[in-house]
Protein backbone atom coordinates (compact mmCIF):
# COMPACT_ATOMS: atom_id res chain seq x y z
CA UNK A 1 0.00 0.00 0.00
CA UNK A 2 1.45 2.99 -1.05
CA UNK A 3 1.27 5.97 0.81
CA UNK A 4 2.13 10.14 -0.46
CA UNK A 5 4.68 12.43 1.70
CA UNK A 6 5.73 9.68 3.76
CA UNK A 7 8.41 11.43 6.28
CA UNK A 8 10.55 8.95 8.46
CA UNK A 9 12.12 10.34 12.10
CA UNK A 10 15.39 10.68 12.52
CA UNK A 11 17.92 8.15 13.29
CA UNK A 12 19.36 9.16 15.90
CA UNK A 13 16.26 10.33 17.81
CA UNK A 14 13.90 8.78 19.29
CA UNK A 15 10.17 9.06 18.54
CA UNK A 16 6.82 7.41 19.52
CA UNK A 17 5.52 6.41 16.10
CA UNK A 18 1.60 6.98 15.58
CA UNK A 19 -0.79 7.47 13.10
CA UNK A 20 -1.25 11.06 12.16
CA UNK A 21 -3.49 12.55 8.90
CA UNK A 22 -3.95 16.31 8.31
CA UNK A 23 -5.99 17.85 6.08
CA UNK A 24 -7.73 14.61 4.72
CA UNK A 25 -8.84 11.51 5.18
CA UNK A 26 -7.88 7.79 4.40
CA UNK A 27 -10.34 4.77 3.94
CA UNK A 28 -7.91 2.36 4.15
CA UNK A 29 -5.31 0.85 5.94
CA UNK A 30 -2.95 3.48 6.99
CA UNK A 31 1.22 2.82 7.22
CA UNK A 32 2.80 3.79 10.57
CA UNK A 33 4.90 6.46 9.31
CA UNK A 34 4.85 9.27 11.71
CA UNK A 35 2.96 12.29 10.26
CA UNK A 36 1.55 12.41 6.70
CA UNK A 37 0.38 15.61 5.15
CA UNK A 38 -1.90 15.76 1.98
CA UNK A 39 -5.22 15.83 0.30
CA UNK A 40 -7.81 12.90 0.63
CA UNK A 41 -6.60 9.56 -0.29
CA UNK A 42 -9.29 7.13 -1.08
CA UNK A 43 -7.57 3.27 -1.73
CA UNK A 44 -10.08 0.52 -2.93
CA UNK A 45 -8.79 -2.90 -3.32
CA UNK A 46 -9.99 -6.21 -5.25
CA UNK A 47 -13.35 -7.41 -3.66
CA UNK A 48 -13.66 -10.65 -2.24
CA UNK A 49 -16.25 -11.81 -4.85
CA UNK A 50 -18.72 -9.85 -7.07
CA UNK A 51 -22.59 -9.68 -5.98
CA UNK A 52 -24.38 -12.61 -7.46
CA UNK A 53 -28.45 -11.93 -7.51
CA UNK A 54 -30.66 -13.73 -4.88
CA UNK A 55 -31.94 -17.44 -6.24
CA UNK A 56 -35.42 -15.96 -6.09
CA UNK A 57 -34.02 -13.19 -8.77
CA UNK A 58 -33.49 -16.23 -11.09
CA UNK A 59 -35.64 -16.96 -14.07
CA UNK A 60 -37.64 -20.14 -13.85
CA UNK A 61 -37.51 -22.70 -16.34
CA UNK A 62 -40.89 -22.78 -17.66
CA UNK A 63 -40.89 -18.89 -18.27
CA UNK A 64 -36.83 -18.67 -19.11
CA UNK A 65 -36.21 -17.19 -22.60
CA UNK A 66 -33.78 -20.16 -24.04
CA UNK A 67 -32.87 -17.29 -27.16
CA UNK A 68 -30.94 -15.15 -24.16
CA UNK A 69 -29.37 -17.84 -22.15
CA UNK A 70 -27.92 -19.11 -25.44
CA UNK A 71 -30.05 -20.89 -28.10
CA UNK A 72 -29.27 -19.18 -31.24
CA UNK A 73 -32.36 -17.60 -32.75
CA UNK A 74 -34.21 -19.17 -36.09
CA UNK A 75 -35.71 -17.32 -39.16
CA UNK A 76 -38.72 -16.26 -37.81
CA UNK A 77 -42.07 -15.20 -39.78
CA UNK A 78 -45.06 -13.77 -38.43
CA UNK A 79 -47.14 -16.37 -36.65
CA UNK A 80 -44.27 -18.59 -36.43
CA UNK A 81 -42.72 -19.37 -32.44
CA UNK A 82 -39.50 -18.05 -31.75
CA UNK A 83 -37.87 -21.89 -32.18
CA UNK A 84 -39.20 -24.46 -34.17
CA UNK A 85 -39.57 -27.43 -32.25
CA UNK A 86 -37.05 -30.19 -30.83
CA UNK A 87 -36.33 -32.96 -33.02
CA UNK A 88 -35.18 -35.80 -30.36
CA UNK A 89 -31.43 -37.00 -30.68
CA UNK A 90 -29.83 -40.10 -29.84
CA UNK A 91 -28.28 -38.89 -27.34
CA UNK A 92 -31.16 -37.55 -25.35
CA UNK A 93 -31.85 -40.32 -23.41
CA UNK A 94 -27.93 -40.45 -21.78
CA UNK A 95 -28.59 -36.62 -21.09
CA UNK A 96 -31.73 -36.77 -19.36
CA UNK A 97 -30.22 -39.94 -17.30
CA UNK A 98 -27.51 -37.36 -16.43
CA UNK A 99 -29.80 -34.60 -15.55
CA UNK A 100 -31.67 -35.89 -13.29
CA UNK A 101 -28.92 -37.93 -11.38
CA UNK A 102 -27.28 -34.50 -11.21
CA UNK A 103 -30.25 -32.88 -9.35
CA UNK A 104 -31.50 -35.63 -7.11
CA UNK A 105 -31.17 -35.80 -3.67
CA UNK A 106 -27.62 -37.26 -3.68
CA UNK A 107 -26.90 -35.48 -6.86
CA UNK A 108 -25.52 -32.47 -7.86
CA UNK A 109 -22.30 -32.51 -10.41
CA UNK A 110 -21.44 -31.53 -13.54
CA UNK A 111 -22.73 -32.72 -17.16
CA UNK A 112 -21.28 -31.46 -20.10
CA UNK A 113 -22.35 -31.75 -23.71
CA UNK A 114 -19.26 -31.55 -26.48
CA UNK A 115 -20.00 -30.92 -30.10
CA UNK A 116 -18.44 -29.28 -32.89
CA UNK A 117 -19.73 -25.62 -33.85
CA UNK A 118 -23.05 -25.51 -34.35
CA UNK A 119 -23.83 -29.07 -33.58
CA UNK A 120 -26.86 -27.96 -31.52
CA UNK A 121 -25.61 -28.36 -28.44
CA UNK A 122 -27.53 -25.51 -26.40
CA UNK A 123 -30.58 -26.61 -27.74
CA UNK A 124 -29.64 -30.16 -26.80
CA UNK A 125 -29.24 -29.57 -23.21
CA UNK A 126 -32.12 -27.10 -22.56
CA UNK A 127 -34.45 -29.13 -24.07
CA UNK A 128 -32.81 -31.84 -21.54
CA UNK A 129 -33.38 -29.05 -18.90
CA UNK A 130 -37.60 -28.86 -19.85
CA UNK A 131 -37.99 -32.37 -19.78
CA UNK A 132 -36.42 -33.56 -16.99
CA UNK A 133 -36.67 -30.69 -14.53
CA UNK A 134 -39.73 -29.33 -12.91
CA UNK A 135 -40.57 -25.94 -14.55
CA UNK A 136 -39.95 -24.33 -11.29
CA UNK A 137 -36.36 -24.48 -11.26
CA UNK A 138 -34.06 -21.21 -11.19
CA UNK A 139 -31.68 -21.33 -13.85
CA UNK A 140 -28.44 -18.71 -13.13
CA UNK A 141 -27.00 -18.54 -16.75
CA UNK A 142 -23.92 -15.92 -15.91
CA UNK A 143 -21.52 -13.99 -18.55
CA UNK A 144 -18.57 -15.45 -19.30
CA UNK A 145 -15.71 -14.01 -16.70
CA UNK A 146 -18.35 -13.57 -13.92
CA UNK A 147 -16.94 -14.30 -11.32
CA UNK A 148 -18.81 -17.39 -8.69
CA UNK A 149 -17.15 -17.00 -5.74
CA UNK A 150 -19.68 -16.08 -3.82
CA UNK A 151 -22.22 -19.01 -5.68
CA UNK A 152 -22.26 -21.38 -2.63
CA UNK A 153 -23.10 -18.48 -0.41
CA UNK A 154 -26.31 -17.25 -2.43
CA UNK A 155 -27.66 -21.21 -2.67
CA UNK A 156 -27.59 -21.74 0.90
CA UNK A 157 -30.35 -19.02 1.00
CA UNK A 158 -32.58 -20.77 -1.53
CA UNK A 159 -34.63 -22.48 0.75
CA UNK A 160 -36.83 -25.44 -0.97
CA UNK A 161 -36.38 -23.79 -4.26
CA UNK A 162 -34.26 -26.34 -6.74
CA UNK A 163 -32.11 -24.48 -8.86
CA UNK A 164 -29.30 -24.88 -11.27
CA UNK A 165 -26.58 -23.43 -12.78
CA UNK A 166 -26.11 -22.83 -16.72
CA UNK A 167 -22.93 -22.31 -18.08
CA UNK A 168 -23.66 -22.62 -21.81
CA UNK A 169 -19.66 -22.22 -23.50
CA UNK A 170 -17.34 -23.83 -20.38
CA UNK A 171 -14.74 -22.49 -21.52
CA UNK A 172 -15.94 -18.92 -20.87
CA UNK A 173 -16.55 -19.84 -17.07
CA UNK A 174 -12.83 -21.41 -16.19
CA UNK A 175 -10.22 -19.68 -14.17
CA UNK A 176 -9.47 -18.81 -10.68
CA UNK A 177 -12.75 -16.61 -10.38
CA UNK A 178 -15.25 -19.21 -11.87
CA UNK A 179 -16.12 -22.74 -12.10
CA UNK A 180 -13.40 -24.44 -10.36
CA UNK A 181 -12.88 -27.92 -8.64
CA UNK A 182 -13.23 -26.67 -5.16
CA UNK A 183 -16.38 -24.62 -6.52
CA UNK A 184 -17.62 -27.50 -8.11
CA UNK A 185 -17.11 -29.80 -5.09
CA UNK A 186 -18.94 -27.29 -2.92
CA UNK A 187 -22.02 -26.87 -5.53
CA UNK A 188 -22.24 -31.01 -5.27
CA UNK A 189 -22.81 -30.67 -1.49
CA UNK A 190 -25.27 -28.40 -2.13
CA UNK A 191 -27.17 -30.66 -4.84
CA UNK A 192 -26.83 -27.55 -6.92
CA UNK A 193 -26.48 -29.36 -11.12
CA UNK A 194 -23.90 -27.37 -13.34
CA UNK A 195 -25.12 -27.88 -17.16
CA UNK A 196 -22.53 -26.93 -19.51
CA UNK A 197 -21.90 -27.00 -22.98
CA UNK A 198 -18.11 -27.05 -24.45
CA UNK A 199 -16.81 -27.17 -28.46
CA UNK A 200 -14.95 -30.40 -28.86
CA UNK A 201 -11.54 -28.40 -29.74
CA UNK A 202 -11.85 -26.35 -26.58
CA UNK A 203 -12.60 -29.40 -24.27
CA UNK A 204 -9.92 -31.20 -25.99
CA UNK A 205 -7.29 -28.71 -24.96
CA UNK A 206 -8.60 -28.02 -21.52
CA UNK A 207 -8.78 -31.66 -21.20
CA UNK A 208 -5.65 -33.11 -22.54
CA UNK A 209 -3.72 -29.78 -23.49
CA UNK A 210 -0.49 -30.57 -21.38
CA UNK A 211 -0.56 -26.36 -20.97
CA UNK A 212 -3.90 -26.33 -19.89
CA UNK A 213 -5.49 -28.87 -17.88
CA UNK A 214 -8.19 -27.84 -15.77
CA UNK A 215 -8.89 -30.06 -13.28
CA UNK A 216 -12.84 -29.32 -13.18
CA UNK A 217 -12.89 -31.38 -16.30
CA UNK A 218 -11.27 -34.34 -15.01
CA UNK A 219 -13.67 -36.38 -13.88
CA UNK A 220 -16.28 -35.81 -16.15
CA UNK A 221 -17.51 -38.08 -18.98
CA UNK A 222 -18.94 -35.53 -21.67
CA UNK A 223 -21.96 -36.49 -23.63
CA UNK A 224 -20.67 -36.16 -26.85
CA UNK A 225 -23.53 -34.90 -29.84
CA UNK A 226 -22.54 -35.93 -33.55
CA UNK A 227 -22.26 -32.94 -35.88
CA UNK A 228 -23.78 -35.37 -38.13
CA UNK A 229 -27.42 -36.80 -37.92
CA UNK A 230 -27.99 -40.33 -37.59
CA UNK A 231 -30.37 -42.42 -39.88
CA UNK A 232 -33.04 -42.09 -37.26
CA UNK A 233 -32.64 -38.68 -36.18
CA UNK A 234 -33.03 -37.91 -40.06
CA UNK A 235 -36.25 -39.93 -40.35
CA UNK A 236 -37.74 -38.36 -37.12
CA UNK A 237 -36.71 -34.70 -38.91
CA UNK A 238 -38.57 -36.27 -41.78
CA UNK A 239 -41.33 -37.47 -40.21
CA UNK A 240 -42.52 -33.98 -38.81
CA UNK A 241 -44.53 -32.30 -40.62
CA UNK A 242 -45.85 -29.42 -38.02
CA UNK A 243 -43.08 -26.26 -38.65
CA UNK A 244 -41.91 -24.64 -41.93
CA UNK A 245 -38.62 -24.05 -40.82
CA UNK A 246 -37.81 -27.68 -40.03
CA UNK A 247 -39.81 -28.61 -43.18
CA UNK A 248 -36.98 -26.85 -45.12
CA UNK A 249 -34.26 -27.56 -43.33
CA UNK A 250 -35.40 -31.28 -44.49
CA UNK A 251 -34.94 -30.27 -48.03
CA UNK A 252 -32.73 -27.73 -48.60
CA UNK A 253 -30.06 -28.19 -45.70
CA UNK A 254 -27.71 -30.00 -48.75
CA UNK A 255 -24.55 -30.78 -47.06
CA UNK A 256 -25.14 -29.42 -43.58
CA UNK A 257 -26.57 -30.08 -40.97
CA UNK A 258 -30.05 -28.61 -39.68
CA UNK A 259 -28.49 -26.78 -36.57
CA UNK A 260 -26.18 -25.29 -38.99
CA UNK A 261 -29.11 -24.41 -41.50
CA UNK A 262 -31.42 -23.09 -38.63
CA UNK A 263 -28.37 -20.97 -37.40
CA UNK A 264 -27.13 -19.29 -40.02
CA UNK A 265 -30.59 -19.28 -41.51
CA UNK A 266 -31.43 -15.60 -39.97
CA UNK A 267 -27.70 -14.23 -40.12
CA UNK A 268 -27.35 -14.59 -44.06
CA UNK A 269 -31.12 -13.29 -45.09
CA UNK A 270 -30.57 -10.36 -43.04
CA UNK A 271 -26.53 -9.86 -44.22
CA UNK A 272 -28.32 -10.42 -47.63
CA UNK A 273 -31.08 -8.08 -47.22
CA UNK A 274 -28.31 -5.27 -46.23
CA UNK A 275 -26.25 -5.56 -48.76
CA UNK A 276 -28.71 -4.18 -51.68
CA UNK A 277 -27.98 -0.67 -50.52
CA UNK A 278 -25.87 1.21 -52.99
CA UNK A 279 -22.74 1.62 -50.77
CA UNK A 280 -22.85 -2.07 -49.81
CA UNK A 281 -22.88 -4.83 -52.37
CA UNK A 282 -25.91 -3.92 -54.69
CA UNK A 283 -24.15 -6.36 -57.61
CA UNK A 284 -23.67 -9.01 -54.78
CA UNK A 285 -27.05 -8.77 -53.64
CA UNK A 286 -28.46 -8.98 -57.41
CA UNK A 287 -26.08 -11.90 -57.81
CA UNK A 288 -27.93 -13.53 -55.24
CA UNK A 289 -30.97 -12.75 -56.13
CA UNK A 290 -31.44 -14.05 -59.24
CA UNK A 291 -29.73 -17.36 -58.23
CA UNK A 292 -32.26 -17.93 -55.52
CA UNK A 293 -34.91 -16.80 -58.28
CA UNK A 294 -33.27 -19.38 -60.99
CA UNK A 295 -33.64 -22.11 -57.53
CA UNK A 296 -37.14 -21.16 -57.51
CA UNK A 297 -37.92 -22.28 -60.82
CA UNK A 298 -35.98 -25.40 -60.38
CA UNK A 299 -32.61 -24.96 -61.81
CA UNK A 300 -29.98 -25.35 -58.53
CA UNK A 301 -26.68 -24.66 -59.86
CA UNK A 302 -25.58 -21.99 -62.20
CA UNK A 303 -22.39 -21.26 -64.09
CA UNK A 304 -20.67 -17.71 -63.65
CA UNK A 305 -21.60 -16.57 -67.13
CA UNK A 306 -24.91 -17.48 -66.72
CA UNK A 307 -24.86 -15.95 -63.67
CA UNK A 308 -23.83 -12.32 -65.05
CA UNK A 309 -26.09 -12.87 -67.98
CA UNK A 310 -29.01 -12.91 -65.78
CA UNK A 311 -28.25 -9.79 -64.07
CA UNK A 312 -29.59 -8.18 -67.53
CA UNK A 313 -33.40 -9.77 -66.32
CA UNK A 314 -33.57 -6.84 -63.30
CA UNK A 315 -32.99 -4.06 -65.40
CA UNK A 316 -33.95 -1.67 -62.66
CA UNK A 317 -31.83 -3.16 -59.45
CA UNK A 318 -28.95 -3.42 -62.40
CA UNK A 319 -28.83 0.09 -63.02
CA UNK A 320 -27.67 0.18 -59.63
CA UNK A 321 -24.90 -2.04 -59.31
CA UNK A 322 -22.31 0.20 -61.75
CA UNK A 323 -20.08 1.02 -58.71
CA UNK A 324 -19.04 -3.23 -58.06
CA UNK A 325 -17.79 -5.45 -60.64
CA UNK A 326 -19.00 -8.59 -61.15
CA UNK A 327 -15.58 -10.12 -59.96
CA UNK A 328 -15.58 -8.28 -56.54
CA UNK A 329 -20.15 -9.44 -55.88
CA UNK A 330 -18.86 -12.59 -56.52
CA UNK A 331 -16.17 -12.64 -54.01
CA UNK A 332 -18.19 -10.97 -51.65
CA UNK A 333 -21.43 -13.68 -52.39
CA UNK A 334 -19.34 -16.81 -52.07
CA UNK A 335 -17.09 -15.34 -49.16
CA UNK A 336 -17.61 -18.13 -46.50
CA UNK A 337 -20.09 -17.31 -43.12
CA UNK A 338 -20.21 -18.45 -39.67
CA UNK A 339 -17.45 -21.39 -40.83
CA UNK A 340 -20.67 -22.44 -42.52
CA UNK A 341 -20.83 -21.54 -46.44
CA UNK A 342 -21.01 -18.78 -48.80
CA UNK A 343 -24.28 -16.89 -50.25
CA UNK A 344 -22.92 -18.90 -53.23
CA UNK A 345 -21.00 -21.88 -53.09
CA UNK A 346 -19.20 -23.75 -55.66
CA UNK A 347 -20.54 -26.83 -56.56
CA UNK A 348 -17.96 -29.81 -56.71
CA UNK A 349 -18.09 -32.07 -59.80
CA UNK A 350 -18.02 -31.91 -63.58
CA UNK A 351 -19.11 -28.46 -63.66
CA UNK A 352 -16.49 -25.71 -63.55
CA UNK A 353 -17.20 -22.10 -61.61
CA UNK A 354 -20.70 -23.48 -61.17
CA UNK A 355 -22.45 -22.52 -58.04
CA UNK A 356 -25.51 -23.07 -55.65
CA UNK A 357 -27.77 -20.54 -53.58
CA UNK A 358 -27.92 -21.66 -49.63
CA UNK A 359 -31.09 -23.36 -49.81
CA UNK A 360 -32.38 -20.93 -46.34
CA UNK A 361 -32.29 -18.01 -48.47
CA UNK A 362 -34.91 -20.17 -50.93
CA UNK A 363 -37.09 -21.47 -48.59
CA UNK A 364 -37.02 -18.35 -47.05
CA UNK A 365 -38.12 -16.21 -50.68
CA UNK A 366 -40.47 -18.84 -51.33
CA UNK A 367 -42.07 -18.25 -47.54
CA UNK A 368 -42.06 -14.18 -47.18
CA UNK A 369 -45.18 -12.72 -48.31
CA UNK A 370 -43.51 -10.07 -49.48
CA UNK A 371 -40.99 -11.36 -51.67
CA UNK A 372 -41.23 -10.43 -55.33
CA UNK A 373 -42.76 -13.01 -57.72
CA UNK A 374 -39.88 -14.67 -60.40
CA UNK A 375 -40.06 -12.30 -63.21
CA UNK A 376 -41.21 -13.81 -66.48
CA UNK A 377 -37.95 -14.21 -68.36
CA UNK A 378 -36.30 -15.27 -65.51
CA UNK A 379 -38.69 -18.92 -65.94
CA UNK A 380 -37.34 -18.81 -70.26
CA UNK A 381 -34.04 -17.75 -69.06
CA UNK A 382 -33.98 -20.69 -66.41
CA UNK A 383 -35.58 -23.50 -68.72
CA UNK A 384 -32.49 -22.42 -71.29
CA UNK A 385 -29.78 -22.82 -68.84
CA UNK A 386 -31.16 -26.18 -67.28
CA UNK A 387 -28.42 -28.79 -67.53
CA UNK A 388 -30.69 -31.63 -68.61
CA UNK A 389 -34.11 -32.62 -69.36
CA UNK A 390 -34.76 -33.75 -66.12
CA UNK A 391 -34.27 -30.07 -65.11
CA UNK A 392 -36.00 -28.73 -67.69
CA UNK A 393 -39.40 -30.42 -67.26
CA UNK A 394 -38.93 -29.37 -63.04
CA UNK A 395 -38.57 -26.06 -64.85
CA UNK A 396 -41.16 -26.84 -66.69
CA UNK A 397 -43.87 -27.87 -64.10
CA UNK A 398 -42.68 -25.11 -61.51
CA UNK A 399 -43.49 -22.97 -63.84
CA UNK A 400 -47.31 -24.04 -64.58
CA UNK A 401 -47.86 -24.37 -61.06
CA UNK A 402 -46.95 -20.71 -60.08
CA UNK A 403 -47.81 -18.58 -63.71
CA UNK A 404 -51.38 -20.61 -64.26
CA UNK A 405 -53.44 -18.85 -62.24
CA UNK A 406 -51.78 -15.21 -63.63
CA UNK A 407 -52.19 -16.44 -67.36
CA UNK A 408 -55.75 -14.74 -67.88
CA UNK A 409 -54.26 -11.64 -67.12
CA UNK A 410 -51.12 -12.04 -69.62
CA UNK A 411 -50.87 -13.69 -72.79
CA UNK A 412 -47.19 -13.57 -72.09
CA UNK A 413 -47.56 -16.30 -69.47
CA UNK A 414 -49.66 -18.61 -72.03
CA UNK A 415 -47.10 -18.15 -74.55
CA UNK A 416 -44.38 -19.44 -72.41
CA UNK A 417 -46.42 -22.39 -71.13
CA UNK A 418 -47.01 -22.61 -74.89
CA UNK A 419 -43.21 -22.51 -75.47
CA UNK A 420 -42.47 -24.89 -72.83
CA UNK A 421 -44.49 -27.75 -73.73
CA UNK A 422 -43.53 -27.69 -77.15
CA UNK A 423 -39.86 -28.17 -76.11
CA UNK A 424 -41.43 -31.09 -73.87
CA UNK A 425 -43.09 -32.57 -77.10
CA UNK A 426 -46.75 -31.98 -75.84
CA UNK A 427 -48.17 -30.20 -78.42
CA UNK A 428 -51.96 -30.53 -77.80
CA UNK A 429 -50.89 -28.86 -74.21
CA UNK A 430 -48.91 -26.08 -76.05
CA UNK A 431 -51.58 -25.58 -78.64
CA UNK A 432 -53.88 -25.09 -75.72
CA UNK A 433 -51.78 -22.63 -74.51
CA UNK A 434 -50.90 -20.89 -77.50
CA UNK A 435 -54.72 -20.62 -78.66
CA UNK A 436 -55.41 -19.01 -75.39
CA UNK A 437 -52.80 -16.31 -75.93
CA UNK A 438 -54.10 -15.76 -79.29
CA UNK A 439 -57.79 -15.56 -78.39
CA UNK A 440 -56.43 -12.66 -76.02
CA UNK A 441 -55.02 -10.83 -78.90
CA UNK A 442 -51.12 -12.29 -79.04
CA UNK A 443 -50.36 -11.84 -82.58
CA UNK A 444 -46.98 -14.00 -82.06
CA UNK A 445 -49.40 -16.39 -80.42
CA UNK A 446 -51.71 -16.14 -83.57
CA UNK A 447 -49.27 -16.72 -85.78
CA UNK A 448 -47.60 -19.99 -84.08
CA UNK A 449 -51.42 -21.22 -83.94
CA UNK A 450 -51.42 -21.04 -87.59
CA UNK A 451 -48.29 -22.52 -88.24
CA UNK A 452 -49.14 -25.54 -85.90
CA UNK A 453 -52.57 -25.92 -87.45
CA UNK A 454 -50.86 -25.79 -91.40
CA UNK A 455 -48.44 -27.94 -90.08
CA UNK A 456 -51.27 -30.67 -88.85
CA UNK A 457 -52.92 -30.11 -92.14
CA UNK A 458 -55.50 -27.93 -90.76
CA UNK A 459 -55.61 -24.75 -93.48
CA UNK A 460 -58.90 -23.85 -93.39
CA UNK A 461 -58.60 -23.78 -89.33
CA UNK A 462 -55.42 -21.82 -90.02
CA UNK A 463 -56.60 -19.21 -91.86
CA UNK A 464 -58.02 -16.57 -89.40
CA UNK A 465 -54.86 -17.18 -87.25
CA UNK A 466 -52.46 -16.46 -89.97
CA UNK A 467 -54.53 -13.29 -91.02
CA UNK A 468 -54.54 -12.05 -87.79
CA UNK A 469 -50.79 -12.01 -87.26
CA UNK A 470 -50.07 -11.34 -91.32
CA UNK A 471 -52.09 -8.22 -90.53
CA UNK A 472 -50.19 -7.28 -87.12
CA UNK A 473 -47.26 -7.07 -88.96
CA UNK A 474 -45.52 -10.17 -88.81
CA UNK A 475 -43.75 -11.13 -91.88
CA UNK A 476 -43.27 -15.04 -91.07
CA UNK A 477 -46.96 -15.37 -90.55
CA UNK A 478 -47.58 -13.28 -93.78
CA UNK A 479 -45.57 -15.75 -96.14
CA UNK A 480 -46.93 -18.46 -94.63
CA UNK A 481 -50.76 -17.18 -95.19
CA UNK A 482 -49.93 -16.51 -98.99
CA UNK A 483 -48.67 -19.91 -99.20
CA UNK A 484 -52.30 -21.31 -97.51
CA UNK A 485 -54.06 -19.03 -99.73
CA UNK A 486 -51.93 -19.78 -103.18
CA UNK A 487 -52.51 -23.79 -102.10
CA UNK A 488 -56.06 -22.65 -101.92
CA UNK A 489 -55.88 -21.10 -105.05
CA UNK A 490 -54.37 -23.84 -106.59
CA UNK A 491 -57.27 -26.08 -105.75
CA UNK A 492 -59.53 -24.20 -106.95
CA UNK A 493 -57.95 -23.18 -110.64
CA UNK A 494 -57.26 -27.04 -110.92
CA UNK A 495 -61.04 -27.66 -110.18
CA UNK A 496 -61.96 -25.18 -112.38
CA UNK A 497 -59.51 -26.48 -115.01
CA UNK A 498 -60.79 -29.85 -114.64
CA UNK A 499 -64.19 -28.96 -115.24
CA UNK A 500 -62.90 -27.08 -118.90
CA UNK A 501 -63.54 -23.37 -117.89
CA UNK A 502 -60.66 -21.79 -120.77
CA UNK A 503 -58.89 -19.46 -118.38
CA UNK A 504 -58.41 -21.60 -115.50
CA UNK A 505 -56.66 -23.94 -118.17
CA UNK A 506 -54.48 -21.25 -119.85
CA UNK A 507 -53.72 -19.94 -116.08
CA UNK A 508 -53.45 -23.00 -114.15
CA UNK A 509 -49.41 -23.37 -116.10
CA UNK A 510 -48.50 -20.01 -115.06
CA UNK A 511 -49.96 -20.18 -111.36
CA UNK A 512 -48.07 -22.89 -110.99
CA UNK A 513 -44.68 -21.96 -111.63
CA UNK A 514 -45.42 -18.84 -109.84
CA UNK A 515 -46.01 -19.88 -107.06
CA UNK A 516 -43.38 -23.37 -107.18
CA UNK A 517 -40.97 -22.25 -104.51
CA UNK A 518 -39.41 -24.49 -101.30
CA UNK A 519 -42.16 -24.62 -98.62
CA UNK A 520 -40.86 -22.36 -95.71
CA UNK A 521 -40.30 -25.05 -92.74
CA UNK A 522 -42.50 -24.87 -89.50
CA UNK A 523 -41.22 -23.03 -86.78
CA UNK A 524 -42.61 -22.07 -83.39
CA UNK A 525 -39.98 -20.23 -81.68
CA UNK A 526 -41.15 -16.84 -83.05
CA UNK A 527 -44.21 -16.96 -80.62
CA UNK A 528 -41.82 -16.00 -77.64
CA UNK A 529 -41.15 -12.93 -77.77
CA UNK A 530 -38.57 -10.90 -76.52
CA UNK A 531 -40.20 -9.82 -73.63
CA UNK A 532 -40.39 -13.25 -73.01
CA UNK A 533 -37.55 -14.76 -74.05
CA UNK A 534 -34.73 -11.85 -72.58
CA UNK A 535 -32.01 -10.81 -74.48
CA UNK A 536 -30.44 -12.77 -77.62
CA UNK A 537 -26.72 -12.82 -75.71
CA UNK A 538 -27.88 -14.81 -73.01
CA UNK A 539 -27.03 -17.77 -74.92
CA UNK A 540 -24.29 -17.83 -77.75
CA UNK A 541 -26.40 -19.53 -80.89
CA UNK A 542 -25.60 -23.29 -80.45
CA UNK A 543 -26.78 -23.06 -76.69
CA UNK A 544 -23.69 -24.16 -75.42
CA UNK A 545 -22.35 -21.60 -72.63
CA UNK A 546 -18.25 -21.06 -72.59
CA UNK A 547 -16.14 -22.37 -69.79
CA UNK A 548 -16.05 -19.59 -67.42
CA UNK A 549 -12.84 -17.90 -66.41
CA UNK A 550 -11.42 -18.10 -62.13
CA UNK A 551 -13.21 -14.92 -60.75
CA UNK A 552 -9.70 -14.44 -58.99
CA UNK A 553 -6.83 -15.55 -62.26
CA UNK A 554 -9.24 -14.87 -65.32
CA UNK A 555 -7.72 -18.17 -66.37
CA UNK A 556 -10.60 -20.44 -67.99
CA UNK A 557 -10.37 -24.02 -66.77
CA UNK A 558 -9.04 -26.57 -68.93
Given at each position: ?????E???P????V?V????SD????????QA??VN?G???Y????H??VLP???????LDT?D???L?VRR?R???G?????P??ER????????R?RE???E??G????V??APL?G????VW???A????G????FA????T?L?G?????????E?G??LWLD??GG??G???LT?AL????V???????A??????????R?????RV??L???????LP???????S????????????R???????I?SIPE?LAV??E??E??RRA??P???P????L?????D?AR?GV???VG????????LY???S?M?????????L????D????????L??????W?W??A??????????E???T??VP????R??F???H??AE???VSWR?HE?L???????????V?L?????????????????????????ADA??T?G?M????G??AKA?PY????AE??IA?A????A?VL?AQ?????T??A????????????A??A??A????PL??????PS??L?KE????????L???P?????R???
Amino acid sequence: MGVSDEREAPNDTAVGVGNSVSDGTFHAPVVQAGAVNGGVHTYYGQPHFSVLPAVSEWPRLDTADPIALGVRRTRRLPGESPLPPYIERDCDEELGDRVREAAGESGGGLVVVTGAPLSGKTRTVWAALAANLPGTTRVFAPSPGTDLRGLPAVVRGRGEAGCVLWLDDLGGHLGEYGLTPALLAELVRLRVPVLATMEDEAYDARRFGAAGRVGVLSGVEPVELPWAWSVGESKRLDMFDGDLRLRAAAVWRGIHSIPEYLAVDPELMEEWRRARRPDAHPRGHLLVRAAVDLARCGVFRIVGQALRNAQKLYPEESAMTEAESFEDALVWATDVRHGVTGLLSPVPGDWPWSWAVFGSLVADAEERPDTPPVPIAMWRFAFTVAHDEAERRTVSWRAHEALEPLADSDPNISVLLGYFNTVMADIETARRWYRKAADAGHADAAATVGEMLTGEGEAAKADPYLKTAAEAGIAHAQYRLAMVLAAQADGWLTRAAGAGHPAAMQALPAFRALTAVPPMPLSFKHAVPSMVLGKEDFLPPDGVLPADPDPLSGRCPR
